[in-house]
Structure formats: C-alpha cells, structure tokens
C-alpha cells in the first residue's frame, strides 16, 4: 500500500514537472472539438444524437491512446531498471493504471465540458451519462495502460499501440456507447443495469488479467 | 505414437465431414458450425500455451502457441466465408448486421494484431514473453464479446435473441449422428495441421542449428 502511494506520488509529480504534455492533451481535446464544431455546427447546424454521441467517444478514444502510450515510454530504459529493483511489479502496475485512471478523469470530464459547451447539449439523464463516462475512463486506462506496457517494448510504439488496442477496446466502446445513447434519450435507470454490470465485469477482467500478467512484462 | 496420432486423425477428418446426408443448405452446419468450435479450441490451446510458455520460458510452448494462432485465423476466415455463403441463401445477404459477425471480424483484427507484434521483435525470449501476453489479454478481453453480447441483442443466428436454437426442430438424430463426429474431426484436423507446422518449424530450426 505504502507502495503504491508513493509510486502515485510519483507519477504525479513527474507529470506536473513537465506540465506540456498534460496541456498538449487538453489542447488536443480542445482542437478536435473545435473541428467537430466548425463542420457540424457552424456548417449545418444540426447533429443527430447517435453523432452527437459516438463523436465524443472517438475523440476520447484517441485522446487516452495518445496520452497513455507515454506512460510508459517517457521514462529512461536506466530508469525503468532502477524501479525495477526498487519496487515489486505488482505496485508498479497497480500504480500506473490508479494514475492513468485519475488523468482520464480529468481528461473526459474536462473534454465533456468542452464539448458540451461547443456542440450543445442533448442529453436529457446527466447522472447516469456521467456514470458511463467514469466507467469508461476507468476501462480505457485498464486496457490502454497493459497495452502501452506491452507496446513500448518494441520499436514502433505509436503504431502498434493503435492496432494492439483497438481491437480489445472495442467490446467496451460498444458497451460505453449504448450505455451512453439510453443516458442521452432519458431511459431510467432500471433499463439500463444490464450494461452497467456488463462494463463493470469486463473493467473487473482486465484489472485482474493486467495484475497477473504484468510481472512477465517487467521481466525483459 | 506420432504415427498412429496422424492415421486417426487423417481417418476421421478425411471421410466425416464429406459424408453427405441432406441436400439442403442444413449441409453447411457440419461445416461452418464445427469451424467455429474448432476455432475456439484452437484459440484456447494457444492461449494455453501462451501460459506454459509464461511459467516454463520453454521456446518450444512459444512455437506451439503461435501455430495455434495461426490455425485458428485460418479457421476463422474459413468460418467466415461458409457464413457468408450460407447467409447469402437463407438472410438474402452474405454480411447481415449481426452481433457475431462484428465479433468474428474482431477477433480476426486481434490476432492479425498479433502476429504484426509478433514480427517487430528480433529477440526470441523477448517476443514469446510479450506475445503470449498479449494473447492472454486478448482473449480474455474478446471472449465476453462472443458470449456474451450476442446474447444480449437481438441476432439472427439460432439460439440468441429469441430464436431457437438447432437442437429443437431441425437436427433429427441422423443429422446428429454427423453433426458431432464433424466438430471432433475439424478440430482434429486443425490440431494436425498445426502440428504439421510446428514439426516443420522445428525441422527448420535443427537445420539453422547444424549450420
């Protein structure tokens, strides 16, 4: 435990040492909206709910790829040796995906309300779309983090985090978008139990599978 | 012993699956259907060797899990396309929307996915550690997409979303009398063919060695 604070600590403060790249990412997040909003709003000035919807979640897809392949590539090869001795992998692992976690919070939270504020706002359950949006960050960090772990050991990370993730993610974003169209039409709660147990599973599967399987990771 | 493995094999996948019994399209379950469980059998005995490999760091598990591997992309696409022929007579079109052909086509980008991880390494102990993690994941990550999701919306394939399945109506015990012999021989046979690779890699790499 006391561990893993310390490696959260860590993260932290590293990620606010070299405050550009968090800033690049919400400038990314900023842009991409700005985009979407020229064509859709300044163009037509109507935009159905389901592109309304899935837009956000592409934009946020590609956002957690792009700031969680560095979570592992950012620090030295030295470095990673001298955690390496010092902490159990376990901790390591655990740490990085509570981080990653908290920064696609941060990151969808802050891009919901960008966008919100760019491209109107549909939606009639906020509640339960903001419980979709803490499920889904919590997934794309699970899944990105092992993914980033396992695509900065070879050379061509950016690439081979795109093609290594997006298949694996995409039960979840299939899941996530429903969940998030019946938020959006104003269904109850009651209807939608289903998807939300589902995602929790699937976070639950990759949180287990990514603790097990991470020390053979660190090993090379 | 490996002699007798293959006469089997040869027998059962050889004459089972040829043995005609209706001449209707139902003739494509003793193919499509038994493809996709020799599919999973194949992913699972990847998978499995992607662990052994984990625990024992043996290069030979490694060989083992990626032959499996690529049998079961071989089968998938095979599985595919006996799909796509028979949903081109009974739904009127060969790729209808269906929850279990979006996750056939996944699971196909997952394992294109890694056998592309596989290639960007040079180092042996390296890519076997790392592909067989991938693949745990991976799998882990795609089976809730095939057993559970098709459940959940409506499909058109028997046994999900309302409509029954085979077992009810359409398999009298002739049928069956195939239908079971078909899934064990295609699994077989794609047992053999990887084995049949995985024999020539070996071969390969004595010879690399003698070098």
Partial sequence: ?220 | MVLLFYTVVQGVAGTIPRQPVLNETLRNVYFHVPLWFGMMTLMAASVWFGIRYLRGGNIKDDEYSSEFANTAILYGALGFLTGAIWGNYTWGTPIPKDPKIIAVEVGLLIYSAYFVLRSSFDDEQKRGRLSAVYNIFAFAAFMPLVWILPRMTDSLHPGNGGNPAFGKYDMDNRVRMVFYPAIIGWTLLGIWLTSLRIRLRAIKRLKMEQE
């Fill in chain 1, 1 to 220: 435990m006391q561990e893993i604070k310390a490696l959260i600590e860590k993260e932290i403060r590293l990620e606010w040492r070299q405050k550009y790249a968090l800033n690049g990412m919400l400038l990314y997040i900023i842009s991409t909206v700005f985009v979407c909003y020229m064509n859709f709003k300044l163009k037509v000035d109507i935009i159905e709910p389901i592109t309304w919807n899935t837009l956000f979640w592409i934009i946020l897809l590609f956002s957690a790829v792009n700031s969680i392949t560095k979570s592992f590539t950012q620090e030295g090869a030295g470095r990673q040796l001298y955690y390496y001795t010092l902490a159990s992998p376990q901790g390591i692992i655990i740490s990085k995906i509570i981080y990653n976690t908290l920064l696609m919070l941060v990151l969808s939270l802050l891009g919901f309300l960008i966008y919100i504020i760019m491209m109107g706002n549909p939606i009639q359950n906020i509640p339960m779309y903001l419980v979709c949006l803490v499920l889904g960050a919590i997934g794309f960090a699970t899944t990105l983090t092992m993914v980033a772990g396992i695509a900065s050991k070879a050379e061509n990370t950016s690439t081979l985090m795109a093609i290594l993730s997006f298949p694996i993610i995409l039960p979840m974003l299939m899941m996530i978008i429903k969940l998030s169209k019946s938020a959006m039409d104003g269904l109850g709660w009651e209807t939608s139990y289903d998807e939300i147990s589902i995602l929790l599973a699937i976070d639950a599967i990759v949180l287990s599978i990514s603790y097990l399987l991470f020390p053979y990771l660190w090993r090379s």
